[in-house]
T-cell receptor, first 113, second 112 residues
């Protein structure tokens, strides 16, 4: 079956620090990969995505590269802000229905001023 | 631009009571989904509907039923609520090309 493993949280960083949240996956077939973000009291929203090997997804200063050889999709940001505090979910989908995805457990990020 | 709308936002039930969670999307998406979110367990798929008139079980369907009333609406029903169903429930939808999923803001359900 399909699975997603995220680095365990919570993660606490100071403002302007470098962020990495690790994500590895196992999948049958050829998945698309996603990072979603959930702000307090809200639903998930797509942060970035990549649909094939070596693609780099980017948005709001966040980046992740689809690495087929290491089955990874690590999330990075060079300088985090307090407003980046949220829960981050790595996910994969192996068919065209993106909502029918497999999610990681989520990583809670807190950025201190 | 409402996107995916869920009601209610909060609900407290007694064990054995029934209720229906409502979900509607205005993006003309074919596919709709119900997830539950529990601490430390990520999101787990309860049921999904790939198109109007079809529904399929997900990872954790026991204790739930769904109805795809029309293309816009997808409801989740708890016939006899149990404390194990205390969770946050999310509805989501995705379009024909299906790359991005859109989520509602969630329903926080407590069963006492």
């Amino acid at each position: 079956g399909n699975s997603v493993t995220q680095m365990e949280g919570p993660v606490t960083l100071s403002k302007e620090a470098f962020l990495t949240i690790n994500c590895t996956y196992t999948a049958t077939g050829y998945p698309s990969l996603f990072w979603y973000v959930q702000y307090p009291g809200e639903g998930l929203q797509l942060l970035l995505k990549a649909t094939k090997a070596d693609d780099k997804g980017s948005n709001k200063g966040f980046e992740a590269t689809y690495r087929k050889e290491t089955t990874s999709f690590h999330l990075e940001k060079g300088s985090v802000q307090v407003s980046d505090s949220a829960v981050y979910f790595c996910a994969l989908s192996v068919n065209t229905n993106a909502g029918k995805s497999t999610f990681g457990d989520g990583t809670t990020l807190t950025v201190k001023p | 631009n409402a996107g995916v709308t869920q009601t209610p936002k909060f609900q407290v039930l007694k064990t054995g009571q029934s209720m229906t969670l409502q979900c509607a999307q205005d993006m003309n998406h074919n596919s709709m989904y119900w997830y539950r979110q529990d601490p430390g367990m990520g999101l787990r798929l309860i049921y999904y509907s790939a198109s109007e008139g079809t529904t399929d079980k997900g990872e954790v369907p026991n204790g739930y039923n769904v109805s795809r009333l029309n293309k816009r609406e997808f409801s989740l029903r708890l016939e006899s609520a149990a404390p194990s169903q205390t969770s946050v429930y999310f509805c989501a939808s995705s379009g024909e090309q299906g790359v991005e999923a859109f989520f509602g803001q969630g329903t926080r359900l407590t069963v006492v």
